[in-house]
């Protein structure tokens, strides 16, 4: 068997990508595996909507990358449900687990750091569903640091809420349905951290009204704030990187950029501290000049 070089290798994956092959298989040298690297076969499966499966060796210098095909209406992005509960314990959307990712965990994680978490009493997530961010907020503080912060988290789906609340027994957590477009009307108080992550960007929801309202409203004047902006798709249970907009069948970031720079400008024009960190997710990182 010849060396492959990464241009074969894309070639006929790409034939392959074509033909509509469900499973794809690359009978490769070791040595060029390593040279290329396992990292570069990843990023080639999600380029084109496949998932890599555990290799398999069938000699002493010879692998098998097995590669199948996802299936992309197996997604919440492509759902046709208009009901309240797009979000809701029976949507794909729920069956996401963000914080069983690396890539979210890390930098997500980085974030709460930033912000220095630990020092935070009240703290506010919009687009809560089942609590995947308050779970790891807990996983990381000691309890009774945690036990001595009120934290409130809000999402518009009741039977996401419904769940939170049964799987948290925590006195010190409130979880509440309601309309963040209609935020106002719960008299919550001001937050000195608040959170969000791909809740904002909801076609339902007026992104810069509604993020200026926080900042003006529920935001202690020495706040901070985590924001997260999706620039992956989540298919067939699987993290594919890339930002995606209406008529685009390929990664297009044009949105996610505008939006984040509206939100730095923003915040650095209310003199915060604004950094811009992660992957699959881009987390804004905002803090007010002079808190340490």
């Not at 034939?15 to 595996?33: A, C, F, G, R, W």
């Not at 988290?153 to 948290?168: H, M, P, R, V």
């Not at 076609?203 to 004047?221: A, C, G, P, R, W």
Request: include cysteine.
């Amino acid at each position: 068997m010849h060396i492959k070089t990464s241009k074969d290798i894309m070639l006929y994956f790409e034939s392959k990508v074509n033909d509509n092959s469900k499973t794809i298989v690359l009978e490769l040298l070791e040595s060029n595996i390593l040279e290329i690297g396992y990292k570069s076969f990843i990023d080639l499966a999600q380029i084109y909507f496949y998932k890599m499966l555990t290799p398999i060796k069938i000699s002493d210098d010879t692998l098998h990358l097995t590669f199948q095909k996802l299936n992309q209406s197996n997604s919440f992005h492509k759902s046709d449900n208009t009901s309240d509960e797009k979000y809701g314990v029976e949507s794909e959307f729920f069956a996401i687990e963000k914080g069983s990712k690396f890539s979210f965990l890390y930098h997500y994680r980085q974030a709460l750091n930033l912000v220095k978490l630990k020092t935070k009493s009240k703290i506010l997530n919009l687009g809560i569903n089942k609590g995947d961010e308050f779970k790891i907020i807990k996983d990381i503080l000691d309890s009774e640091n945690f036990n001595s912060k009120k934290l409130v988290g809000i999402d518009y789906s009741q039977t996401a809420i419904k769940y939170a609340n049964e799987s948290f027994n925590d006195t010190n957590i409130s979880f509440i349905s309601h309309d963040i477009n209609n935020l106002d009307n719960l008299n919550l108080g001001k937050f000195d951290l608040i959170i969000t992550i791909g809740t904002l960007q909801s076609v339902n929801i007026d992104f810069k009204k509604t993020f200026m309202n926080l900042i003006q409203n529920y935001l202690e004047i020495n706040g901070a704030i985590v924001m997260g902006f999706p620039n992956c798709r989540w298919i067939d249970g699987e993290m594919v990187y890339g930002a995606t907009v209406p008529n685009y069948n390929f990664s297009e970031m044009s949105r996610v950029i505008k939006d984040i720079y509206f939100c730095k400008k923003y915040l650095q024009q209310k003199k915060y501290r604004v950094t811009i960190t992660g992957k699959d997710y881009l987390f804004l990182v905002a803090t007010k000049f002079g808190i340490d």
